[in-house]
């Protein structure tokens, strides 16, 4: 079993910052991707950022060039570091991450517990 504790979240001023953490515990051997998604009231949750195991990475349209997505694989952490946020940054932001926790193969999806984040003046 695996599991994925998000930290980070919290109350900014627009075009303040903030830096997210998810790490990832349990049976891993490895993990192949880890994603950050977020969720807005009444709408959909969305990708906001991924990391693959090779170092790729892809941004929302909406995020490229304010924020960066990182991992210490070292740690089994990805990381969200946000800049410039804006009002409609606002939103749950929950980390998830496919994991492979056995020498056969078996892989693990599932989600952090999610953590807010909030940008008004």
């Known amino acids: 079993q695996v599991q994925l504790v998000e930290s980070g979240g919290g109350s900014v001023q627009p075009g303040g910052s903030l830096r997210l953490s998810c790490a990832a515990s349990?049976?891993?051997?490895?993990?192949?991707?880890m994603d950050w998604y977020r969720q807005a009231p009444g709408k959909a949750r969305e990708l906001v950022a991924g990391s693959t195991d090779g170092g790729s990475t892809n941004y929302a349209e909406y995020v490229k060039g304010r924020f960066t997505i990182s991992r210490d694989k070292a740690k089994n952490t990805v990381y969200l570091e946000m800049n410039d946020l804006k009002p409609e940054d606002t939103a749950v932001y929950s980390c998830?991450?496919?994991?492979?926790?056995?020498?056969?193969?078996?892989?693990?999806?599932?989600w952090g517990q999610g953590t807010q984040v909030t940008v008004s003046s």
């Open positions: 349990g049976s891993i051997v490895s993990i192949n991707e």
């Open positions: 998830n991450a496919l994991v492979t926790i056995d020498h056969v193969g078996s892989t693990w999806y599932g």
